[in-house]
């Protein structure tokens, strides 16, 4: 509003006539009882690398205006030690259900309160896998899967893609040409798996095998990585390689008689994340508004479709196209899923396979 002039006129002269004087005293009280525009809301997403319908994210801007921003991480210890060392600004993120036990009993996540969210009876309750968790209320099961093979079949045609011994014991014709996760617990997991042992073993003498195996292994690989592995199969620079199931089904998906995946006989790990509110998320409205978003049928299998995934809400199981439900290296039977490992917090002896990696790695 402009200043209000003292003495602004000479005597016998008029600044304004009366209709302008009226104008501007009615432009100025529809200034004073007009609203006070706000500043947009906001949601801030961490996520995996490629682990977000992009579509789903634009939907939701469009229903509620609220401005979404999204970064992304190759593993979990990359994003805890990013929120550890005070990355602040993130609402939600989205760990494996090892580490949002790990998380929350490190004081970084609050409780989303879903059962008080439109949208929480969709959820199947088995999903519901954290020990942190026992009131199923905490984090909403986002999407499962598998950690298994993605092979060329031409390069690897005549080989047993079927075992983790492909990886592990490597034909001479394929030095070279094997891929494994740059992930501690994916790789020294399935190094375990493949000896025998339980996933998330603590044994020393284990641990000293699934070592070996992969030491004697490594310098027959040709990278330890987490992106862009699907096209290196695809064009021949990998003729094997250790991947999350819903990406390598994509990948399949457009190249159906280029590239396979299987889930090893010997066992793999039966991944889940979830979806969690971090204690110093700054648009917990926002957030919550994301989360009963997610929750809905429509637009979990929506999600879910373009993940190529494992969805927990039951409700959205019907939706999805039998081609996915009906293919086994994404919803495989009792057997196979008799022989998934969840990862899960080791406690201090996490440290153990931090030593681990960090000689092997080093090697």
């Not at 030690?81 to 989205?94: L, N, P, R």
Request: proline share 4%; with cysteine.
């Amino acid at each position: 509003m402009p200043k209000r002039s003292q003495n602004s006129t000479k005597k016998g002269e008029f600044s304004m006539t009366y209709l302008s004087k009226l104008s501007l005293l009615l432009a100025a009280s529809a200034a004073m009882i007009a609203p006070v525009a706000h500043a947009a809301e906001k949601l801030a997403l961490y996520n995996w690398t490629i682990y977000i319908n992009p579509d789903v994210i634009a939907d939701f801007k469009k229903e509620t205006g609220i401005e979404v921003s999204l970064d992304n991480y190759g593993t979990n210890e990359e994003m805890l030690a990013k929120i550890q060392a005070g990355a602040t600004g993130y609402d939600i993120v989205f760990p494996s259900v090892f580490m949002q036990d790990i998380m929350t009993k490190i004081g970084l996540l609050q409780s989303a309160g879903l059962k008080d969210l439109k949208g929480y009876e969709n959820i199947d309750q088995k999903y519901f896998l954290a020990k942190s968790d026992p009131d199923h209320t905490n984090c909403m099961p986002y999407n499962w899967g598998t950690t298994g093979l993605i092979y060329n079949k031409a390069l690897t045609k005549g080989y047993d893609v079927s075992s983790w011994k492909i990886v592990f014991d490597t034909p001479k014709e394929l030095y070279g040409k094997v891929a494994m996760l740059d992930d501690e617990r994916e790789t020294i997991g399935a190094a375990l798996v493949y000896n025998g042992f339980s996933f998330n073993s603590t044994d020393t003498k284990e641990l000293a095998k699934a070592r070996d195996t992969i030491a004697k292994a490594k310098p027959h690989w040709a990278a330890l990585l987490t992106d862009g592995i699907g096209d290196k199969v695809v064009n021949g620079d990998f003729a094997v390689a250790h991947w999350w199931s819903g990406s390598a089904a994509q990948t399949v998906a457009s190249k159906p008689d280029a590239v396979g995946y299987v889930i090893p006989k010997e066992g793999a790990n039966g991944f889940q994340e979830d979806m969690c509110l971090l204690k110093s998320a700054p648009n917990v409205a926002s957030a919550k508004k994301f989360f009963e978003y997610m929750m809905r049928p429509e637009v979990a299998a929506k999600n879910t479709a373009w993940l190529y995934g494992g969805t927990p809400n039951k409700a959205a199981l019907p939706l999805l196209d039998k081609s996915i439900t009906n293919d086994k290296n994404l919803y495989p039977d009792d057997q196979v899923r008799s022989k998934l490992h969840l990862v899960q917090d080791l406690g201090d002896k996490i440290k153990m396979y931090d030593m681990l990696w960090t000689k092997v790695k080093a090697d």
